[in-house]
Antibody
Framework: QVQLVQSGAEVKKPGASAKVSCKASGYSFTSYYIHWVRQAPGQGLEWMGIINCNSGSTSYAQKFQGRVTMTRDTSTSTVYMELSSLRSEDTAVYYC???????????WGQGTLVTVSS | EIVLTQSPGTLSLSPGERATLSCRANQSVSSSYLAWYQQKPGQAPRLLIYGASSRATGIPDRFSGSGSGTDFTLTISRLEPEDFAVYHCQQHGSSPHTFGQGTKLEIK
């Protein structure tokens, strides 16, 4: 069965970086893309970007350009999302989801809470 | 970027009733690339509908999507107790893949 398992919760100080992992199983990893979406406490969903798990090419929402880096490791079927220069407004649950550039996330990870606090 | 506005913000209905949720875009959504998700507290979103009207795998047929251009609708024909949740729309045709702010469907 398709599974996306994310890394555990993190607490970071303002200005630091957070790196969240998303390990895929149950399907052909390089045949799909992975979306990253975040949700601040009590708020709606926000799309951050997408990575091609085959080529590694990425497309980021302009809001996150320069602060987000998405990478993948095909040997372990794992995708990583690193967000730098963290501020309190980045406190959110971060989700990975399987999809394509014009197809939404059909399977989602369980989410990773990143808390930014001094 | 495309801005999606969902209405109403909260919808109070009883089990067995019909629910109609709206999602309106500030510009045309290309190729009707509009998705709907259901989200329950503490859980990840669950894909219900993609391409405006195609049900995702395993989604009951009481869920249906319609619309094109700038106006889209999610209809739940007969509410079951497990359907009370927050519903999000998302356009997945152009970057960034923006979401609406959500509609909370609560038990009356």
């Amino acid at each position: 069965q398709v599974q996306l398992v994310q890394s555990g919760a993190e607490v970071k100080k303002p200005g630091a970086s957070a790196k969240v992992s998303c390990k895929a199983s149950g399907y052909s990893f390089t045949s799909y893309y992975i979306h990253w979406v975040r949700q601040a406490p009590g708020q709606g969903l926000e799309w951050m970007g997408i990575i091609n798990c085959n080529s590694g090419s990425t497309s980021y929402a302009q809001k996150f350009q320069g602060r987000v880096t998405m990478t993948r490791d095909t040997s372990t079927s794992t995708v990583y999302m690193e967000l730098s220069s963290l501020r309190s407004e980045d406190t959110a649950v971060y989700y990975c989801a399987r999809g394509f550039p014009v197809f939404p996330g059909d399977f989602w990870g369980q989410g990773t809470l990143v808390t930014v606090s001094s | 970027e495309i801005v999606l506005t969902q209405s109403p913000g909260t919808l109070s209905l009883s089990p067995g009733e019909r629910a109609t949720l709206s999602c309106r875009a500030n510009q045309s959504v290309s190729s009707s690339y509009l998705a709907w998700y259901q989200q329950k507290p503490g859980q990840a979103p669950r894909l219900l509908i993609y391409g405006a009207s195609s049900r995702a795998t395993g989604i009951p047929d009481r869920f249906s999507g319609s619309g094109s251009g700038t106006d889209f609708t999610l209809t739940i024909s007969r509410l079951e107790p497990e359907d009370f949740a927050v519903y999000h729309c998302q356009q997945h045709g152009s970057s960034p893949h923006t979401f609406g702010q959500g509609t909370k469907l609560e038990i009356k």
